[in-house]
């Protein structure tokens, strides 16, 4: 049973226009939501993470929302540029917990 | 920087094989991963370690071991492989208490024949 859906599982957006990744979550446990930006030969690395005592947590060009009565969180990167291309996971967990929950991935190309 | 490696970039087994799969970090976590990666199904994780000879089973343990005899060193075992068992193993460590960041490895693409 998938813990985190995440939705597109692909994404192809103009340079210079914004991708939009959304995630769900059952699980109100959860209070750590990170995102993971892998490139291809390369294994994933934290891009940007949000708790829930915020709504939003932005660094630079990319931006967490996250709506705890719904039970999602979205990523949105601005000014999409190429170098953008990459696969996204979401994941959520415990704080402090050892094991994270990933969603399926979105694969983003950025067509220059 | 963190620097989590493993063995072999690539690898070819045959059904019925013994494999090893092992992975090094240099940063003194506590914590260490195994993950395999499979399109649409994104990363699941196959079993942890949290110390030196502890492992908990994650959310695919079956037809998989794994062995931490050192804190730098975690290997993960394939009995007797499995063509389901091709796939992209992924390799990652955190330190104790603030698990929240996971640096990975760059993945061994295993395939069963």
């Known amino acids: 049973q998938q813990q985190v859906k995440q939705s597109p599982q692909s994404l192809i957006v103009q340079k210079g226009g914004i991708s939009i990744i959304n995630c769900a979550y059952e699980?109100?446990?959860?209070?750590?939501f990170p995102w993971y930006q892998q490139f291809p030969g390369k294994g994933p690395a934290l891009l940007i993470a949000?708790?829930?005592?915020?709504s939003e947590k932005k660094e630079g060009r990319f931006t967490i929302s996250f709506n705890k009565s719904a039970k999602q969180f979205s990523l949105h990167i601005m000014d999409s540029q190429p170098g953008d291309s990459a696969t996204y996971f979401c994941?959520?967990?415990?704080?402090?917990?050892?094991?994270?929950?990933f969603g399926t991935g979105t694969s983003l190309t950025v067509i220059p | 920087d963190v620097k989590v490696t493993q063995s072999s970039r690539y690898l070819v087994k045959r059904t019925g094989e013994k494999v090893f799969l092992e992975c090094v970090q240099d940063?003194?976590?506590?914590?260490m991963f195994w993950y395999r990666q499979d399109p649409g199904l994104g990363l699941r994780l196959i079993y942890f370690?949290?110390?030196?000879?502890?492992?908990e089973k994650g959310d695919i343990p079956e037809g998989y071991s794994v062995s931490r005899e050192k804190k730098e060193r975690f290997s993960l075992i394939l009995e007797s492989a499995s063509t389901n068992q091709t796939s992209m193993y992924l390799c990652?460590?955190?330190?104790?208490?603030?698990?929240?960041?996971?640096?990975f490895g760059p993945g061994t693409r295993l395939t069963v024949t």
């Open positions: 994941a959520a967990s415990k704080w402090a917990a050892n094991q994270f929950y």
């Open positions: 370690s949290y110390d030196v000879k502890m492992k």
């Open positions: 990652a460590s955190s330190p104790q208490g603030i698990s929240y960041e996971q640096y």
């Open positions: 940063m003194d976590h506590e914590n």
């Open positions: 949000i708790r829930p005592d915020v």
């Open positions: 699980n109100t446990a959860f209070d750590y």
